[in-house]
T-cell receptor, first 111, second 116 residues
Framework: GESVGLHLPTLSVQEGDNSIINCAYSNSASDYFIWYKQESGKGPQFIIDIRSNMDKRQGQRVTVLLNKTVKHLSLQIAATQPGDSAVYFCAETGGGNKLTFGTGTQLKVEL | AAGVIQSPRHLIKEKRETATLKCYPIPRHDTVYWYQQGPGQDPQFLISFYEKMQSDKGSIPDRFSAQQFSDYHSELNMSSLELGDSALYFC???????????????FGPGTRLTVL
């Protein structure tokens, strides 16, 4: 069931360090995975995606790793900047396009 | 570039009242999705429409209904509002919706609904 007032896991990193945010998914039939960034009061913003036939994909300063064996997804952010502070969600989808979001992680970048 | 537009941005209602949330997708996008996000929670899928037909349904209460119009905008109608309906409601849009193709969903800024 749902938890009310759930505290989000928090990751604190120093500016310039690399960040790694992890996500576990449950649906082995999911074939498409996305990472979203959500700033306070705003809608989720697409960061990077990966399909199930891949295990790694790189973007600008971000890398997504997919381990289907253990149903694990991670987002790596290189040289973390203050503007990266936000809540990060992984999302998955299988048949159809509705997104199932995982629990968000609050990333705090310390100067 | 044009983004997804949602209105109103903020809405305050009393219990048992009704509310209508509107979503205007990115031009040429034919698919809209509605998500509900409670405080400190992840977004939960409610319902989606493709070419004005319901394409998928999630955890949407029977008190809620939605539709997509000929201009592709969508409205989420919420009746007999309860305190627990207080949340951020996001609309997202994308091009096409099929089992084979996953197209990026672009999210709007959300409507914050507060039920007193």
């Amino acid at each position: 069931g749902e938890s009310v007032g759930l505290h989000l896991p928090t990751l604190s990193v120093q500016e310039g360090d690399n960040s790694i945010i992890n996500c576990a998914y449950s649906n082995s039939a999911s074939d498409y995975f996305i990472w979203y960034k959500q700033e306070s009061g705003k809608g989720p913003q697409f960061i990077i995606d990966i399909r199930s036939n891949m295990d790694k994909r790189q973007g600008q300063r971000v890398t997504v790793l997919l381990n289907k064996t253990v149903k694990h997804l991670s987002l790596q952010i290189a040289a973390t900047q203050p503007g990266d502070s936000a809540v990060y969600f992984c999302a998955e989808t299988g048949g159809g396009n509705k997104l199932t979001f995982g629990t968000g992680t609050q990333l705090k970048v310390e100067l | 570039a044009a983004g997804v537009i949602q209105s109103p941005r903020h809405l305050i209602k009393e219990k048992r009242e009704t509310a209508t949330l509107k979503c205007y997708p990115i031009p040429r996008h034919d698919t809209v999705y509605w998500y509900q996000q409670g405080p400190g929670q992840d977004p939960q899928f409610l319902i989606s429409f493709y070419e004005k037909m319901q394409s998928d349904k999630g955890s949407i209460p029977d008190r809620f209904s939605a539709q997509q119009f000929s201009d592709y905008h969508s409205e989420l109608n919420m009746s007999s509002l309860e305190l627990g309906d207080s949340a951020l409601y996001f609309c997202a849009s994308s091009l096409g919706a099929s089992l084979e193709v996953h197209n990026e969903q672009f999210f709007g800024p959300g409507t914050r609904l507060t039920v007193l």
